[in-house]
Nanobody, 123 residues
Framework: VQLQASGGGLVQAGASLRLSCVASGRTLGRHAMAWIRQAPGKEREFVTAISSNGGATYYADSVKGRFTISRDNAKNTVYLQMNNLKPEDTAVYYC?????????????????WGQGTQVTVSS
């Protein structure tokens, strides 16, 4: 499956952004999906995940209550709504697909990755 993330940008603290990830080559409805981010000089951080049917989700403590993951399988698209952004949210955000449908937590569980979209939050 090929993934294309978009929607990043430069915003001020407190603003909102919505990232999108469109899949091609295979129907997204068979895969659990995740957003993973990497800030300069830091390790990848597993941010959020959603099962193939959207019935189960996971959020890292750092984004809980501010970020929402959702999906529209008919459009082969996964979204990440990010509210109340903070400077520490600055990173390249990658969408990723797991080889299975159930909710998976952790970077190693995801083996299909998009190219990433930059999110920069200024203070």
């Amino acid at each position: 499956v090929q993934l294309q993330a978009s929607g990043g940008g430069l915003v001020q603290a407190g603003a909102s952004l919505r990232l999108s990830c469109v899949a091609s080559g295979r129907t997204l409805g068979r895969h659990a999906m995740a957003w993973i981010r990497q800030a300069p000089g830091k390790e990848r951080e597993f941010v959020t995940a959603i099962s193939s049917n959207g019935g189960a989700t996971y959020y890292a403590d750092s984004v809980k209550g501010r970020f929402t993951i959702s999906r529209d399988n008919a459009k082969n698209t996964v979204y990440l709504q990010m509210n109340n952004l903070k400077p520490e949210d600055t990173a390249v955000y990658y969408c990723a697909a797991a080889p299975s449908s159930g909710l998976r937590v952790g970077v190693p569980e995801y083996n299909y990755w998009g190219q990433g979209t930059q999110v920069t939050v200024s203070s």
